[in-house]
């Protein structure tokens, strides 16, 4: 792709590519000039439909910076002009100013059951003990459960389409930090899988026919991944909200274990930890459109195939 660019020398310009079947992201560090102090972006479609994501940073002082970068069969692009300094070695960070990386998610603005979801997440975040919400503050007649299967898009609207399923989140679950977002939980720096919490009534349906719902949609022996994602924040599993849960989820998992002989489950069966809800955009991705901008219906009993990626 070729561009004519013209920006000042106190401008560097991050070139990333992204192909259409790839929505991926990591943050990669690397020493420049100075630290982000201002970061636009715009997209671009190239010749082959895929799409390149260009951001731009305003250059102050010597300063590390970390910039979101695109995982695609073309690799990643970086140019910058001339007068803004040598950028040396790329390396994850776990500290790092500026950039998308840095980036607080609003909780209150999202739907809902995402700022209770919040809520609960923090006060767990400061017990001493982890100790999972069983079921909705706001609305006791309904349970929760998560789930994690490889990306959280199609595996939310697999759920929102189960009679019985009031309501759906998607976010970020099983990590040590607190507040994470998608650039930090990608780059691999906190722990975090993506996951689905499910507001479910079970008067409608059962807890145990939730986990065999999720478990037809995995290959449960697939390590770190599903699918073309891969890895931890793309690992499957059952993250309970009480022992009664804990009891089921270990039998259907034994279960799953008998059909596979010699190929050990992956999927993981441990204690809900703090769910983080994740950025407005990802909140029923695919019933909004996806990236294609072409809505899959989330009516409830719906057969059509899911487009996992939109």
């Known amino acids: ?183 930090q939980v990608s780059a691999g720096n906190t722990g975090h899988t993506e996951a689905v919490v499910v507001y479910f009534d079970p008067k409608v349906i059962s807890y145990s026919q939730l986990c065999r719902i999720f478990l037809d949609r995995i290959d449960p022996t697939t390590q770190n991944g599903q699918g073309r994602d891969y890895g931890r924040q793309y690992r499957t599993g059952i993250y309970t909200h009480s022992p009664e849960q804990d009891d089921i989820a270990r039998s259907l998992l034994q279960q799953e274990q008998n059909k596979y002989d010699k190929r050990p489950i992956a999927t993981e069966c441990r204690t809900a930890m703090p769910f983080w809800p994740a950025e407005a955009y990802h909140q029923q991705y695919l019933e909004k459109g996806g990236r294609f901008g072409s809505p899959q219906s989330a009516e409830k009993g719906c057969t059509d195939e899911i487009r996992c990626y939109g």
Request: with cysteine.
């Open 1 to 183: 792709m070729m561009m004519n660019s013209s920006y000042s020398s106190r401008l560097c310009s991050a070139f990333l590519f992204r192909h259409q079947t790839c929505r991926h992201h990591r943050s990669i560090g690397f020493w420049g000039q100075g630290n982000i102090d201002v970061s636009t972006s715009r997209s671009l479609i190239n010749d082959d439909d895929s799409t390149a994501t260009i951001h731009l940073f305003s250059i102050e002082r010597k300063r590390r910076v970390v910039l979101p970068s695109s995982l695609s069969s073309s690799g990643t692009a970086l140019a910058m002009n001339k007068k803004g300094g040598f950028f040396g070695g790329f390396f994850r960070s776990f500290t790092a100013d500026g950039g998308s990386y840095n980036l607080q998610i609003d909780y209150d603005s999202l739907p809902f059951p995402c700022p209770e979801l919040a809520t609960m997440a923090m006060e767990q975040q400061q017990q001493t003990k982890t100790v999972a919400v069983t079921t909705s503050p706001s609305r006791p007649d309904l349970q929760l459960a998560t789930f994690a299967g490889g990306c959280f898009w199609g595996l939310e609207l697999a759920f929102q389409r189960v009679k019985g399923v009031e309501y759906t989140a998607v976010g970020y679950t099983q990590g040590r930090e607190a507040c994470p977002n998608y650039e």
